[in-house]
């Protein structure tokens, strides 16, 4: 992959992820959250470019919300699931692992320090919407992905487009 693609490819998944993070909001930051975006993370096993995005794309979104902490150690441990997704790509079942085991112990503990609470519920809390974001979610579009590919190839036929004239 050439090095603007790269660039290019880290970019788009960075901006996607700041933006399903931000529009989410309510849902995205505290101590009961499913961060949707969170799903991008199994990219990097597809590809290293999303490592970079990812973690830019994160750090943007906790800079939004304008907690240091969540900033520093939110987007480093994004960075580092990344990091780990793309090294455990080839044992496919593994891959969401890092992005919910990481993120339920760090940002769980964090979250005890800043608002207080039990630190395992905060990071069962953390972890089960981690859960949702990197498994659930994504086992929803592979299971649906062939009808929706199906579909999508309908849509794009050249046979299917009609011009007024």
């Not at 700041?18 to 009961?32: C, D, F, K, Q, R």
């Not at 240091?68 to 793309?86: N, R």
């Not at 769980?108 to 974001?133: D, E, K, P, R």
Request: proline fraction near 5%; include cysteine; glycine fraction near 8%.
């Amino acid at each position: 992959m050439s090095r603007s693609r790269f660039i290019a490819l880290a970019a788009g998944i960075a901006s996607i992820y700041a933006s399903l993070t931000v529009m989410l909001a309510p849902i995205s930051y505290g101590t009961v959250q499913i961060r949707v975006s969170e799903a991008l993370t199994l990219l990097a096993a597809f590809t290293p470019a999303a490592i970079p995005g990812l973690f830019v794309g994160c750090l943007i979104s906790n800079i939004y919300m304008g907690n240091l902490t969540d900033i520093i150690f939110g987007s480093l441990t994004t960075l580092v699931a990344a990091f780990l997704t793309h090294k455990l790509r080839k044992r496919q079942w593994l891959v969401p692992l890092p992005p919910i085991l990481l993120n339920a112990v760090v940002v769980g503990y964090y979250l005890t320090a800043q608002h207080g609470g039990f630190v395992w519920m905060n990071i069962l809390s953390v972890g089960a919407g981690q859960f949702v974001a990197c498994f659930i979610i994504p086992i929803y579009f592979i299971v649906n992905f062939e009808s929706a590919k199906i579909k999508v190839n309908k849509l794009l036929n050249p046979d299917n487009i009609h011009t007024n004239g």
